[in-house]
């Protein structure tokens, strides 16, 4: 069992007074003669002309090869150990092997000896139960188990005759009289004959028709009535912990009662109980796949509904899968799939083709317009296209996207101009304009022009414009106000946006004052998670920035793409709540003939590791016949990617099989890799700043970035950073910091300071004391306090932090290669050069204390950007690799982990490779065992000396611009430079 990515510790803290250990640890380098000379020699690099006659490709191999001179000259580092540290260690190592062989004494498995080493504890029975067991099998047994739900006919006539005494209340009635007008109230008997009749059905409707308050109430209204209240408990999902509990909070305002009586809800954070019976619960879709581990066959429930469906999430997709296995045993169980109107067909044949009813919704009329009646609207000349490169540039990658890109224009644009033309529709400008391949890029400018012709001759109405990202909506902002054509006395302008302030994005729901019209600069976050209701014009750029995963390069994507018919469909809408509204598509019709009907399902666009931790705690068996039965099965090579992964994470081992830290891990609401990191932060009492870590990358970090204050929002950012090089520690200092002024009662002042959400950080807190509670639950903590004094007592150290996340990231690591005055430029294996996002504190450091990063997610859009980024030492990347290796060459002992090599003396090596072994046994002990650390024992001995030999980080690297020519020349653009 490879645990040892704990094994991290750099220097010491400053912060709060912590006082380092002492430097034991000592790292040898070239003296400063020879450091002397290298800087020379950078400098006669940049001087000195290179080879005559080098062209195009040789040019960029030249500087390569003059890089990688450079890292053997860096790699002459040496590895030594203190006489006095390496004798404590040989008396800890001799300790660990005694220990351990008494504690696996005769614990043998009536499995075998696999799990041999683990105790007869609680904990193995569930988890052998686990590894060993079958969902089947699972689902068969709990159908012999008694149901909660059984007839009883006192508690259905007491249902009863409070639900007709219900009928007789004023406030009851005036809810029902408004009820009765929603289209939905209309099929309701329609509904209620269907779910009757059948096991599944699809329910599909517009929004606004009133399907998801009201179908719930149809089904328990009905069996109250009927005298079955005691065996009616409805469940209803929502995707998202906002819409759970809105929905809810509804429902009951209509049946005249608070929230805890027939109607409650439960998400991540929060629930409301309600009665087991004649009851409807509204919970998210991870809350019910929570409730199916414990209950396989849902004998708790009457009837399923799962509702906005046709959102496509992973979890949604991966519970309509269990229900289709369910269902068969449970003959009894009515499922009801609630979608948009666009693919319900496709959900009906998943489910054997089961009858589908449809509710008609209610919008005003919109007009559409497409980019050529735009054009003929607004007088304006697209940009000519740049000349094509000549020469040997037409072998670049970049160069053939961009000739498919032309040739797939012109295979859709030409044939649809000259048909525009022979109807003689449009202007000859028109077409001509349409002729020109940048007109399907993305013109700002075109955009400010219609906004200006909408202000300049319609009526009165807020227009609200989609864009695919924060620097359009910044850049059109900027564009707008510095026109001077919209006065503050004329026009109020809102950019909206995730990662914007919420402070006073309420304005933008309140109608504008008589005489000022409102316009909204969003992106697709305005399509179905917020309704503005005096929109009576949109702007539609067609493009969205969509995550996806790309399994070819197994890289996370975010990049301009089309929308889909739905996505369009949606953003129409927006024009038509309060009257007759009208939508510009900045496209043609043409395009839109092209789009794919709806976004790719989630199943098909992350990674799976989450996903296959449930299908092995769920006992569903091998991993790809699984997910081969999905609605849309995911590519092979992702799951694959996947499985590695979690391999590497030591969550499954090698026959895909749950290892005791799998099991964990996927009894925690994470992504495995911050599963990973708040199980270390427990074990090495480093509670406070790693689960406040865990939570920023699971949710989504505060920081916020208003519009015109970018370079002080960035400064403030910075400042939290504590001059750690880490995006990680600057997460877990704010919400320190904001908990601090909590109690101060000045939260919402040090917010504003500091350009951090107040209620994201709110939300971050409550996810702390969740963690906390979960590993309390699982044995790993004393206290569900995250604040413990015993489970903080090395909050304080900045090293451990930094090593534990890397344990929880790595292979996550990158090295620095070179810095100049448009940011640092990085290496990693899989994909050569790649570049620090600008939001990252790291974007625009000078020095570096070490080369190498650790980050959290690597995405490409206009380049390769690498996300949340940590600067951390050579012995954090020592003991965060997994399985490091030794190996002599030319008289010298070099260990090798990640890509890179570290000269060692013999001793230090294998002593380094011992000492991970004890910590991998400890560890392993530790996840099978569930308990605190005990730091007065053999325990706390070893974890001290690992701290003292890795306290020692060496000198800091400097990447000046002198030594920067060393690395790369700032001239040369080829492609093939790494």
């Given at each position: 069992m490879n645990l040892s990515c704990l094994l991290v510790f750099a220097k010491m803290s400053h912060r709060r007074g912590f006082r380092g250990m002492p430097n034991s640890f000592t790292r040898h380098n070239r003296d400063e003669q020879t450091q002397s000379s290298t800087s020379g020699r950078g400098r006669a690099y940049s001087q000195a002309q290179r080879p005559p006659g080098l062209r195009g490709k040789e040019i960029g191999l030249y500087y390569r090869n003059k890089n990688l001179e450079r890292q053997k000259r860096n790699a002459q580092e040496v590895l030594r150990l203190s006489p006095r540290v390496e004798q404590r260690i040989k008396a800890i190592l001799n300790n660990s092997k005694s220990f351990y062989n008494s504690s696996y004494e005769n614990c043998k498995s009536e499995h075998g000896n696999k799990y041999h080493q683990i105790h007869d504890t609680q904990f193995k029975r569930k988890f052998l139960d686990i590894i060993y067991g079958d969902m089947q099998q699972n689902i068969a047994k709990a159908m012999n188990v008694q149901s909660k739900l059984q007839r009883d006919s006192d508690t259905d006539r007491i249902l009863q005759n409070e639900y007709r005494e219900k009928q007789r209340q004023d406030a009851y009635r005036a809810m029902l009289k408004f009820r009765s007008k929603l289209p939905a109230y209309e099929k309701k008997s329609e509904i209620l004959q269907m779910v009757d009749d059948n096991q599944v059905v699809v329910i599909s409707g517009e929004t606004g028709c009133g399907k998801t308050t009201q179908v719930a109430q149809f089904i328990l209204d009905d069996e109250l009535e009927a005298g079955n209240g005691s065996v009616t408990r409805i469940v209803c999902t929502q995707p998202r912990r906002i819409s759970a509990i809105s929905v809810a909070e509804r429902v009951a305002m209509e049946r005249a009662e608070n929230l805890g009586n027939s109607v409650g809800y439960q998400i991540r954070l929060e629930k409301t109980s309600v009665r087991e019976q004649g009851s409807i619960l509204f919970c998210t879709t991870g809350i019910l796949l929570q409730i199916m581990k414990r209950d396989p066959a849902l004998k708790s429930f009457s009837h399923v509904i799962l509702d906005e469906i046709h959102e496509r999430t992973t979890e949604s997709d991966f519970v309509m899968t269990l229900l289709k296995q369910i269902i068969p045993k449970r003959m009894d169980l009515k499922v009801l799939l609630m979608s948009a109107t666009l693919n319900a067909e496709s959900f009906s044949a998943y489910y054997?083709?089961?009858?589908?009813?449809?509710?008609?919704?209610?919008?005003?009329?919109?007009?559409?317009?497409?980019?050529?009646?735009?054009?003929?609207?607004?007088?304006?000349?697209?940009?000519?296209?740049?000349?094509?490169?000549?020469?040997?540039?037409?072998?670049?990658?970049?160069?053939?996207?961009?000739?498919?890109?032309?040739?797939?224009?012109?295979?859709?644009?030409?044939?649809?101009?000259?048909?525009?033309?022979?109807?003689?529709?449009?202007?000859?400008?028109?077409?001509?304009?349409?002729r020109n391949p940048i007109s399907e890029d993305l013109s700002l400018e075109l955009i400010e022009k219609l906004v200006r012709y909408i202000c300049n001759t319609k009526d009165p109405g807020a227009i609200l414009i989609f864009l695919p990202g924060m620097m359009d909506i910044s850049k059109l902002n900027k564009m707008m106000l510095d026109s001077e054509h919209y006065p503050s006395q004329k026009y109020v302008i809102y950019p909206l946006h995730s990662r914007m302030p919420t402070v006073d994005q309420k304005l933008i729901f309140k109608e504008s004052p008589p005489g000022v019209r409102k316009i909204i600069i969003a992106t697709s976050i305005a399509e179905t998670s917020i309704t503005i209701e005096d929109v009576v014009y949109v702007i539609d750029c067609g493009k969205t920035k969509f995550g996806k995963f790309d399994v070819k390069n197994n890289i996370q994507t975010l990049e301009p793409e089309w929308v889909s018919l739905a996505n369009a469909k949606q953003r129409r809408g927006r024009a038509g709540r309060v009257k007759s509204g009208e939508c510009y598509h900045m496209y043609t019709k043409a395009r839109e003939m092209t789009f794919a009907s709806y976004p790719l399902p989630e199943m098909l666009r992350t990674r799976l590791e989450e996903v296959i931790l449930q299908i092995k705690i769920l006992q569903l068996g091998k991993v790809k016949e699984f997910l081969a039965t999905v609605m849309d099965p995911p590519d092979l090579r992702a799951i694959d990617l996947s499985l590695e992964l979690l391999e590497t994470l030591n969550a499954l081992d090698k026959h895909e099989t749950l290892t005791p830290l799998g099991y964990h891990l996927a009894h925690l609401p994470l992504d495995p890799r911050t599963g990973k990191m708040i199980l270390w932060g427990a074990l090495f009492s480093c509670v406070e700043p790693i689960f406040a870590i865990a939570a920023s990358l699971t949710f989504k970090d505060a920081f916020y970035c208003p519009l015109g204050q970018e370079e002080k929002a960035n400064e403030k950012k910075l400042e939290l950073s504590m001059e750690q090089c880490s995006d990680h520690i600057a997460l877990a200092e704010a919400l320190r910091r904001y908990e601090i002024a909590c109690?101060?009662?000045?939260?919402?002042?040090?917010?504003?300071?500091?350009?951090?959400?107040?209620?994201?950080?709110?939300?971050?807190?409550?996810?702390?004391?969740?963690?906390?509670?979960?590993?309390?639950d699982m044995k790993f903590l004393d206290s569900e306090n995250p604040s413990y004094i015993n489970s903080n007592r090395n909050s304080d150290n900045i090293a451990l932090i930094k090593a534990i996340v890397c344990a929880g990231l790595y292979p996550n690591i990158a090295v620095i290669r070179r810095i100049n005055k448009h940011g640092v430029n990085a290496w990693t294996p899989e994909d050569g050069s790649v570049c620090i996002h600008p939001s990252s504190v790291n974007n625009k450091v000078s020095r570096f204390p070490s080369p190498y990063l650790t980050y959290f997610t690597k995405q490409r859009s206009t380049a390769i950007f690498l996300h949340d980024t940590t600067c951390i030492s050579v012995p954090i990347l020592l003991f965060a690799g997994s399985n490091i290796s030794i190996r002599r060459e030319k008289g010298q002992y070099i260990i090798r982990s990640f890509s890179e090599d570290i000269i060692c003396e013999r001793g230090t090596g294998e002593m380094i490779q011992e000492l991970q072994h004890a910590l991998n046994s400890l560890l392993e002990y530790k996840v099978t065992n569930p308990a605190t650390v005990s730091w007065s024992t053999f325990e706390g001995d070893l974890l001290k000396g690992i701290i003292e030999l890795v306290s020692q980080t060496g000198p800091e690297l400097d990447f000046d611009n002198t030594r920067q020519n060393v690395y790369y020349d700032e001239g040369s653009t080829d492609d093939n430079v790494d």
């Open positions: 054997n083709k089961c009858p589908m009813i449809h509710i008609p919704g209610f919008t005003y009329p919109v007009e559409e317009f497409y980019l050529e009646d735009v054009l003929s609207l607004v007088n304006y000349r697209f940009p000519d296209p740049p000349p094509e490169p000549i020469g040997y540039r037409k072998h670049l990658k970049r160069y053939k996207e961009q000739q498919h890109k032309k040739e797939e224009f012109s295979n859709i644009l030409q044939p649809y101009i000259r048909q525009l033309i022979a109807e003689k529709k449009y202007e000859t400008h028109v077409t001509n304009q349409l109690q101060r009662g000045n939260a919402r002042q040090f917010c504003r300071e500091y350009f951090l959400s107040f209620n994201t950080l709110k939300l971050l807190s409550e996810m702390k004391v969740q963690f906390a509670q979960y590993l309390y």
